[in-house]
């Protein structure tokens, strides 16, 4: 019976040795781990131990950033440099966070992050937010679904509650396109920029997609559907608008959204009646003849107030001597373009926008909440082009180091998170610092063909890539092409959100309740907590500021 078993398993590994998917089994020790790819000289083909195969690269031309690398003590010493940095941690900051900002990078997977080091240096090189001082993981996922939206996120991470997928600012009792439900203020939960409010702080809100987009709209909105931003949509879901307000409504008129100093962004044309063009000769979408821009300008007459809707009118808008309280800024009629794409006359920089919003907020003595999101990087990905999202996340940096410069870390909170994650991933054995969005210069795969280090689960990429039965030839190819699509393994006309956790950043006071993993929701009241704002426990009451 054990003379059997042995000649089964014998017959049984030579036909696994034997298939064309498992050949690395013949000329590798591990075939796990492969090593042939940093081998230069071969030992003669006719020993089938050292049989190279067909489908791997000559082998790797390391270079390191710097030849220090090739010793230890190069290594020893950021060790203790990170060590030295990690100590001065035990000095916990438990001061009131008079400012509290936070930064939302739409899309911003811990992938990105990593793929964006290399895409702007090398692997070592930190953005600026890598360098705060706590970090922590949030759990993503939606009330009802394992896979989140914009909308349930920003009701999570903004109003401190989960909510169902498409839903913003309600329950979980709300389902997703539920007119009545949204009009049922019981349903209604209210964000950070809320409880600001009514301890006296001035708030605003910054963002590169529409101002009436998920994230922005989960600063001052309830809505069953994220699609409502204006009056036409609802109609068109065959419900009343007078009903169940839409997103842009609600920020021009609703009580929060009326006390808001800033408000940046895109998306003119929710705001703009279907009978009216924009500054670009973009017509409107409103049904209901409405100009909610006009609103605006009526409701802050007696302000101290600026419209502005390109980068030079914002630039030469004086903010920094105490000349503006209000200010509005739509500088596209949909999203504002990608920075890859944008006209430096017309589109100001996240860093430009983020920079004006504290000119007017620093004016208020109780201080302030700005919400800050850099929403283009999701887009990005969603047509699985990454050379977009990564340059969004390169903006989003710096965006941030500019905040966290100009403020004192004794009492301003900096807050940097993700809604969600992506497809997207890096993999392979390139040697270090080959092209990111380059082809992976350590092995081909089995069908002879390069492939790229940066691929997704899903989305667009899949017919650009796959040709009948072979795969595109990517060294014929421009990858560097802004609109190229990466390759993905399943087709879809976009690719989905990922479903993994997301990384948190804090810097300022309190900024050590943000390290650990936990939901998602807890974020506000972490930021609550800091400010001794919000209807829940805070520093101030618990008495543990120093």
Avoid at 84 to 94: I, S
Avoid at 412 to 425: G, R
């Amino acid at each position: 019976m054990m003379y059997q078993l042995f000649v089964y398993l014998a017959l049984f590994g030579g036909l696994v040795s034997a298939s064309p998917l498992h050949h690395h089994a013949e000329e590798e020790y591990d075939p796990m781990h492969p090593q042939w790819f940093l081998f230069e000289e071969m030992l003669p083909a006719t020993d089938q131990r050292t049989k190279r195969s067909s489908a791997t690269m000559p082998k790797l031309r390391f270079e390191a950033p710097t030849p220090t690398e090739h010793h230890a003590q190069y290594w020893n010493n950021l060790a203790q440099d990170i060590l030295d940095r990690q100590l001065h941690k035990n000095k916990l900051n438990r001061k009131v966070a008079k400012n509290v900002i936070m930064f939302l990078g739409d899309g911003l997977s811990i992938p990105t992050l990593a793929a964006t080091r290399v895409y702007i240096g090398d692997e070592s090189t930190e953005l600026s937010f890598e360098r705060f001082p706590y970090v922590g993981l949030s759990k993503t996922y939606c009330a009802n679904v394992q896979v989140a939206d914009s909308a349930c996120t920003a009701t999570a991470y903004l109003a401190g509650v989960k909510a169902n997928y498409g839903t913003i600012g309600l329950t979980a009792a709300a389902a997703l396109g539920d007119c009545q439900a949204q009009n049922d203020t019981a349903n209604h939960v209210h964000s950070i920029a809320k409880w600001a409010q009514d301890a006296g702080l001035a708030t605003g809100f910054v963002t590169t997609t529409e101002v009436t987009n998920a994230s922005p709209a989960g600063v001052y909105a309830h809505t069953a559907n994220r699609n409502w931003e204006s009056n036409g949509a609802i109609e068109k879901d065959g419900f009343d608008p007078t009903v169940c307000q839409d997103i842009a409504t609600q920020l021009i008129h609703g009580h929060v959204g009326k006390q808001m100093r800033v408000i940046m962004g895109g998306g003119r044309r929710q705001f703009l009646p279907t009978h009216e063009t924009d500054i670009d000769g973009n017509r409107g979408k409103r049904t209901d003849g409405e100009d909610l821009i006009k609103h605006w300008q009526h409701h802050h007459s007696h302000h101290r107030s600026a419209y502005v809707q390109n980068r030079i009118q914002l630039l030469e808008t004086e903010t920094e001597r105490g000349e503006l309280d209000y200010l509005l800024g739509l500088f596209s009629s949909k999203h504002l373009p990608y920075h890859l794409d944008a006209d430096e006359r017309q589109i100001p920089t996240l860093t430009e926008m983020v920079s004006k919003a504290m000119d007017i907020l620093e004016r208020n003595d109780d201080g302030y909440f700005l919400f800050v999101e850099g929403g283009r990087i999701d887009h990005g990905h969603h047509y699985t082009q990454p050379i977009r999202a990564f340059d969004e996340t390169v903006e989003f940096a710096k965006a941030i180091e500019m905040a966290r410069s100009r403020t004192s870390q004794d009492n301003t909170l900096i807050v940097v998170t993700a809604d969600h994650s992506h497809t997207m991933t890096m993999s392979g054995y390139s040697s270090r610092k080959n092209d990111i969005l380059g082809v992976n210069n350590g092995q081909r795969a089995d069908d002879e063909l390069p492939y790229a280090t940066i691929s997704y689960a899903n989305g667009p990429g899949y017919d650009r890539n796959v040709q009948r039965e072979t795969r595109l030839d990517l060294n014929r190819v421009d990858m560097r092409d802004k609109s190229f699509a990466f390759p993905s393994t399943v087709p879809l006309g976009l690719e989905t959100h990922g479903g993994d956790d997301v990384a948190v950043f804090a810097s300022g006071p309190w900024a050590h309740l943000f390290s650990g993993t936990y939901e998602q929701h807890f974020i506000p009241h972490a930021m609550a907590y800091a400010a001794c704002i919000g209807p829940g426990r805070t520093s101030c009451t618990t008495g543990d500021q120093s």
